[in-house]
């Protein structure tokens, strides 16, 4: 699974000088494709071949390469990995080898270097959300705490119930129904007090309600604003016979429903801010100037987005489509084989987050978008026009 701690340890790794092999690809849930994935992996490692046979590295690092490249086609041929897509990092001379599973498709890229390449790892880390699931009735509440693919338990609320508060006939119904909705309302109130402590323990962000069609609205009436804020979405069960398999299912439905929400509100925002001369800028060029002088808050970029090479200056950290020397300080710049990547990581060293759209068409034209701290000063490659 996918956490920080994952990543943590994946950062920590200290090859001593000697290269790291990291490699992403999407793993297709249909079998049929599996075909697919090898000529893809296998076009990605001849990509490194090289560096294997006569690289500007010394034996020890072609070594190395060459050990990652074997062991990572051994591992391909055993087709183990699951959907939806998976990281590997390897440096075989320093005992290196990790499969990452991943919970989204990735784009297929291949990076060896003298640090594990984890910047795609760290953009899904800020996309994923854990959510808290409760399924209730008027006795009882179940909690579980999902994240990716696994759901756990995490608390049962039982309150005493009247279970057929119609029982008596007339004036007596009356106070057996008014006693009955006082035991509802009061289970209603220990569910969402046991809800607030696991929000408070930041264990989750979202929170998902299923339940009895007829009950769940009037178990939500209950819900304080900060925790309504925090609602994704409800689903229609029947607490006693709903499974986890069957709940897991449910939920994952709406937190995806909401994940897709999200972004197109996030990207009409982007694109609505833009269109009225505020803090947003679209298109490669204005984005890479953005993330050269620490200006994007939230980067947008579409899931399928192509790899886009480019130049770096490693002094200025001027970012660009091309230029052989960096405006800004003179120096030259070295060639990038993906320079939307080398901005997704600018942007999140200064802080700000990178978002990945499963819908590429949100952002229509424009290849990618940003939030912006403040406004862009005029890009150092673009002649200004004299009134």
């Keep these: 699974m996918l956490t920080a701690g994952t990543v943590d340890a994946i ?165 057996v129904r008014n006693k009955a909705g006082e035991l509802a309302k009061r289970h209603y109130r220990r569910v969402v007090a046991t809800i607030e402590e696991v929000f408070a323990a930041d264990r989750c962000d979202l929170l998902v309600v299923g339940g009895h069609e007829h009950e769940v609205p009037a178990f939500t009436e209950f819900l304080p604003l900060d925790l309504r804020s925090r609602l994704a979405g409800t689903f229609s069960a029947d607490p006693a016979a709903a499974t986890p398999a069957g709940i897991r299912h449910s939920a994952g439905l709406i937190l995806q429903r909401h994940e897709r929400a999200a972004e197109r509100d996030l990207a009409a925002d982007v694109l609505g801010t833009l269109a009225a001369g505020g803090l947003a800028a679209a298109g490669l060029a204005d984005c890479l100037w953005a993330g050269s002088v620490a200006a994007a808050q939230t980067l947008l970029v579409p899931e399928g987005a192509a790899t886009v090479p480019g130049v770096v200056c490693d002094d200025s950290r001027w970012l660009a489509l091309s230029g052989d020397t960096c405006p800004i300080c003179g120096k030259a710049t070295r060639h990038s084989w993906d320079v939307l990547e080398d901005l997704a990581e600018a942007v999140r060293a200064e802080g700000g987050a990178v978002r990945h759209l499963a819908d590429d068409d949100l952002l229509g034209e424009h290849a990618v978008a940003a939030q912006l701290r403040f406004q862009l000063p005029d890009r150092p490659d673009r002649p200004r026009i004299l009134p």
Excluded at 45 to 55: E, F, M, S, V, W
Excluded at 127 to 147: F, G, I, M, P, S
Excluded at 156 to 165: F, M
Aim: charged letters at 30%.
């Design 11 to 175: 950062v920590g790794f200290d090859g001593q000088d000697l290269p790291v092999t990291s490699i992403y690809a999407s793993v297709e849930r249909d079998p049929g494709l599996r075909e697919d994935l090898q000529v893809r992996m296998s076009s990605m490692l001849d990509q490194i071949r090289p560096l294997a046979k006569n690289g500007s590295a010394g034996h020890d690092a072609r070594l190395s390469v060459r050990a990652d490249i074997q062991r990572i086609k051994e591992a391909l041929a055993e087709e183990r990995w699951r959907p939806e897509g998976v990281a590997i990092f390897a440096c075989s001379a320093r005992g290196l080898y990790e499969e990452v599973p991943l919970p989204r498709p990735v784009r297929d890229q291949v990076v060896v270097g003298a640090a594990p390449f984890v910047g795609p790892m760290l953009s899904l880390l800020d996309e994923l959300h854990r959510a808290c699931v409760v399924v209730v009735d008027k006795a009882e509440a179940r909690l579980w705490e999902v994240y990716q693919d696994e759901m756990r338990e995490v608390g049962v609320v039982r309150d005493p119930a009247l279970r057929k508060p119609n029982y008596a006939a007339g004036q007596g119904e009356d106070g």
